[in-house]
């Protein structure tokens, strides 16, 4: 493993343990006061627990509580990095400068620093913003040069705090494909409160509520088979894994679902994933005439009451439909109905 961590910390009413493996991206869901950034401060070491124990790389770096040696190790000795929803950039120096922050602090030279803060500037696609300070980016360009800093210290586990909710709709898709591309094969835990970024960006998952786990795996499994409230409300999110062929997200249960690609075009045979809203499905009795782009033959598996609406479940599937139409439809469990979907309320991802 490459992190093990446990931790009590009784002011916040938090004690959750979870472990990331060498190489792996964990996710942290869960709703607002869950305890999901605690966790991190404790991992970052700016967070004492009460009780606690965090390894990283087989380095103790804290180890407290009743009988412990009452080890803390600081923030700037943890070979850790943490990157929030604010950049943090220094106001006073270029793009480039604040990168090669890291590796100089470390004992490299200035040269040496420049060189590795300029290749980690192009890996995250901002090397011509070099020279620009941080009063000259754009939001999402500031929280890329963020990634790169973060990058450039060569830490043994990054540790990312939403790093991407408050910024811009638009620039989402080509900074969730930045991530994905760093993060592979390294070392993570995501902190997010939405489920794409769990999906694309992640190996693995953790539900926290009132500060405990409540359920971990896979996050595909986690999201499709929820066993907790807030992964319940996450699944309501549609998705479906394939591959891309022919123009469609192919299900290995042969489901073929048409989409907008995001971040790029696909490969053919290229893992994949749609995704789209319950609202945006529209439910059917019978066949629908003419050839609309999505049209998926499923079995209602159950209903349930949502205020004003009623979710029709069909297997990992599901859309919202108004009290009257699940009337008129005589919607029942073992009933089978057409989910008819447009192409262009899905949206395709690649899982490379």
């Not at 990054?158 to 620039?171: F, H, I, W």
């Not at 390294?186 to 939405?194: F, I, K």
């Not at 059917?284 to 050839?291: A, H, K, L, M, Q």
Request: charged share 20%; proline share 7%.
């Amino acid at each position: 493993m490459t992190l093990e961590l446990a931790c009590d910390v009784a002011e916040r009413d938090v004690g959750v343990a979870f472990e990331v493996a060498t190489g792996e991206t964990l996710a942290v869901l869960g709703p607002n006061g869950s305890g999901k950034s605690t966790v991190l401060g404790v991992a970052a070491g700016l967070v004492a627990p009460d009780t606690g124990r965090v390894v990283l790389e087989g380095r103790v770096l804290t180890d407290v509580g009743p009988g412990r040696p009452g080890l803390l190790v600081p923030p700037h000795d943890r070979r850790t990095a943490l990157l929030g929803q604010d950049p943090l950039l220094f106001p006073h120096l270029d793009a480039l400068e604040n990168v090669a922050f890291g590796p100089r602090s470390a004992g490299a030279g200035r040269s040496a620093a420049r060189r590795s803060a300029q290749r980690w500037l192009d890996e995250v696609g901002v090397g011509e913003l070099a020279h620009r300070r941080p009063a000259q980016l754009s939001g999402g360009q500031a929280q890329r040069v963020a990634v790169a800093r973060a990058l450039a210290a060569a830490p043994a586990l990054l540790l990312l705090d939403e790093p991407m909710s408050a910024l811009d709709v638009a620039v989402l898709p080509a900074l969730r494909q930045t991530l994905r591309r760093v993060l592979a094969g390294r070392s993570a835990v995501l902190v997010t409160h939405d489920p794409l970024d769990a999906l694309l960006l992640a190996d693995r998952v953790v539900v926290l509520s009132e500060g405990r786990v409540v359920e971990q795996g896979v996050a595909t499994e986690v999201l499709s088979r929820p066993r907790s409230p807030f992964a319940a409300r996450l699944a309501g999110l549609n998705l479906v894994s394939g591959t891309w062929r022919d123009g469609c997200v192919e299900a290995p249960d042969g489901l073929r679902v048409h989409g907008q690609v995001e971040g790029g075009p696909l490969a053919q045979g290229e893992a994949a994933i749609a995704t789209f809203r319950p609202a945006a499905v529209a439910v059917y009795r019978d066949p629908v005439e003419g050839s609309p782009r999505n049209e998926l033959t499923v079995t209602v598996s159950e209903l349930e009451p949502l205020a004003d609406l009623v979710r029709v479940h069909a297997g990992p599937l599901h859309a919202d439909v108004t009290v009257q139409a699940a009337a008129e439809l005589e919607l029942a469990a073992g009933q089978v109905v057409r989910f008819v979907v447009k192409a262009t309320e899905v949206s395709v991802y690649s899982r490379s």
